[in-house]
């Protein structure tokens, strides 16, 4: 069965960080890239980061440009998400995302909220 298991996340201050791991299955992972997207309270989806197959590129929104790190470990089948100097604005539920073609896989969600 093809899966992502998400971890992490949680209750944060501004200023704080917080990792998003994210455990995957049932599929090559090395072999695909990988996508973290969020979805604030009452707004769409909004892609965050994206990481290549290889791990050599990876890419931001410019709302996590400076304060994001995407990065895997293929020999774990994971990906990872470290948000550092976490703003109100990033509360939001994370979802880990793999897509190619006819090949769409979304992890459960994790919930990050930042509040003082």
Known sequence: E??????????????????????????TFKNYDMN???QAPGKGPE????INSGGGSTYYADSAKGRFTISRDNAKNAVYLQMNSL??????????????????????GTQ?????
């Open 36 to 38: 973290w997207v969020r």
């Open 47 to 50: 892609w965050v980061s994206g």
């Open 112 to 116: 990050v909220t930042v509040s003082s």
């Open 2 to 27: 093809v899966q992502l298991v998400q971890s992490g996340g949680g209750l944060a201050q501004p200023g704080r960080s917080l990792r998003l791991s994210c455990a995957a299955s049932g599929f």
């Open 87 to 108: 703003k109100v604005e990033d509360t939001a539920v994370y979802y880990c995302h793999v897509v190619r073609q006819f090949f769409d896989v979304w992890g459960r």
